[in-house]
C-alpha cells in the first residue's frame, strides 16, 4: 500500500527476497544453532547486489542515497527470521560508510569494493568495556609514532567481531571528552590486534560478536579515516543511519512474530473451534497490526525526511523508540498466542522474541534515544 517504493525499488526487492529464499532460509535454524553462518554467503549476496546499495558507483556501490531501496532489501534480509543474520551481513553498513567518506583515496579504492563484493568483512569497533553508550569518554588511545599510531586498548560486542577483515576502531588520540576521539582503519593481521572467544548472547546467535584487543597495535598513519580528533562527528552522522535500519529490523520483526501468530491461530483447535475464533485471539491481532503498520509507516516518513536531505535526528529516534516497544509487544504476544509451543525453541517466535531485546540497546539505548529527543524539543 505504500507510495514510497518505485518499479525499481520493487525489483531489487524481488532479488533480495529471491536470495534469502534460496540461500539463507533453508539453513537459517541450523546456523543459529552454530552461531554462525558460511562465510561464502556474504559472496553470493555481493553477487547478487545487495552489499553495495547505497554506496558510490565508482567504489562498486550502486544506488547511493537511495534510501528507500536500502529499506526494502533490508525488509527482505529480516525475512530470514534471524536478526543475527542480518546484524552480521550487514555490519558493512556501520563500518564501511567511514571510509567511503573519508578515508584517502587509495585507501578507500583498496578497501571498499572487495567488501562489497562480498570478499571481505568490515565492522565497526566503537563499544567499550564499561563504557556502554557513554561514546565521548572511550579509553582505547592511539598515540603518533612517526609514520603510524600505535593503540592499546580494547572493544567489545563487535558485530562481526571475530571474523572482520578489515574494523573501523574509534579510539583517543587527542584530550578528554568527543573532541579527541578519531577514527583508524585496522586489518585483522595489523600486529599487536586479536580477537577474544566469540561471544555467547540471549538472541542474535547467528551474530559472530567478539571482544578485540589492541597491544602496541602498529596501524600506519594513512589509516587515518577523517582527520585527526574528528571522529565523534563521523561516528553521530553514521548513527541517523543505523537506527534507522534497527527500526526496520524492529518492525519487521514484529510483522514476522504477527505472520506467525496469525497463521498459527487459524490452524489451531481448541474448545472446538480454532483460537483465531475467539474475540480476545481476534482483538490481539488486531493490536498487533495497527502498531506494527504505525511503526512502518512512521519510520518510511523518517526515510523520506533523509531521502530529501534531512537531518532527522529526533524523528528517527523516536521511530527506533516506538518501533522497538510495538516490537517487544508484539513478539511477546505471539509466543502467549502459540502458548506452550511458542516457549519452544522449534517456533519461529521464540527466536524473534530473544531477538527483540538487542533493538532497545543496540545503536543508541532507548534512554539515550529519549535524551536525544528531549534535547531536539529543547527540554
Not at 29 to 36: N, P, Y
Not at 100 to 115: D, L, N, S
Not at 163 to 171: E, G, I, K
Request: hydrophobic content about 40%.
Amino acid at each position: 500500500m505504500s507510495d514510497y517504493f518505485n518499479e525499481t525499488h520493487e525489483q531489487v526487492r524481488q532479488t533480495a527476497r529471491k536470495f534469502i529464499e534460496t540461500h539463507v532460509r533453508p539453513h537459517i535454524d541450523d546456523w543459529e544453532e552454530a552461531g554462525e553462518f558460511p562465510r561464502e554467503i556474504y559472496q553470493l549476496a555481493g553477487d547478487a547486489g545487495l552489499l553495495g546499495i547505497g554506496f558510490p558507483e565508482a567504489l562498486g556501490g550502486i544506488a547511493e542515497g537511495d534510501i528507500f531501496m536500502k529499506v526494502a532489501v533490508s525488509e527482505e534480509l529480516m525475512r530470514s527470521t534471524s536478526g543475527g543474520f542480518v546484524a552480521s551481513i550487514g555490519s558493512l553498513d556501520i563500518g564501511l560508510p567511514p571510509v567511503a567518506k573519508w578515508a584517502k583515496k587509495e585507501i578507500r579504492e583498496q578497501i571498499v569494493p572487495p567488501v562489497l563484493r562480498g570478499e571481505k568483512i568490515a565492522a565497526l569497533a566503537v563499544t567499550e568495556p564499561g563504557g556502554g553508550s557513554d561514546v565521548a569518554n572511550l579509553k582505547t588511545r592511539a598515540v603518533k609514532d612517526g609514520d603510524h599510531y600505535i593503540v592499546n586498548g580494547s572493544k567489545t560486542f563487535i558485530t562481526s567481531g571475530i571474523r572482520a577483515d578489515h574494523y573501523t576502531v574509534a579510539v583517543r588520540t587527542g584530550g578528554e571528552g568527543h573532541a579527541g576521539i578519531s577514527l583508524l582503519l585496522i586489518d585483522r593481521d595489523t600486529p599487536g590486534f586479536s580477537t577474544g572467544k566469540k561471544l555467547k548472547k540471549m538472541g542474535w546467535w547467528a551474530s559472530d560478536t567478539a571482544e578485540l584487543f589492541f597491544e602496541d597495535c602498529r596501524v600506519p598513519a594513512d589509516r587515518l579515516i577523517g582527520a585527526e580528533n574528528a571522529g565523534f562527528i563521523a561516528i553521530m552522522s553514521n548513527f541517523l543511519a543505523e537506527r534507522l535500519s534497527l527500526s526496520v529490523m524492529a518492525y519487521m520483526t514484529a510483522q514476522l512474530a504477527y505472520e506467525a501468530a496469525l497463521d498459527y491461530t487459524k490452524q489451531r483447535q481448541a474448545f472446538g473451534r480454532n483460537i483465531a475464533g475467539f474475540q480476545v485471539t481476534r482483538h490481539k491481532l488486531v493490536d498487533m497490526a495497527t502498531q506494527i503498520d504505525i511503526a512502518r509507516e512512521y519510520t518510511y516518513r523518517c526515510a523520506a525526511l533523509m531521502q530529501a536531505g534531512k537531518n532527522p535526528i529526533k524523528q528517527v529516534a523516536m521511530a527506533k523508540n516506538f518501533s522497538v516497544d510495538v516490537c517487544e509487544k508484539v513478539t511477546r504476544e505471539a509466543v502467549q498466542l502459540f502458548g506452550g509451543m511458542g516457549y519452544m525453541r522449534e517456533s519461529v517466535v521464540e527466536r524473534l522474541y530473544r531477538d527483540a531485546k538487542i533493538l532497545s540497546i543496540g545503536g543508541g539505548t532507548t534512554e539515550i534515544m529519549k535524551e536525544l529527543i528531549a534535547k531536539q524539543i529543547k527540554l
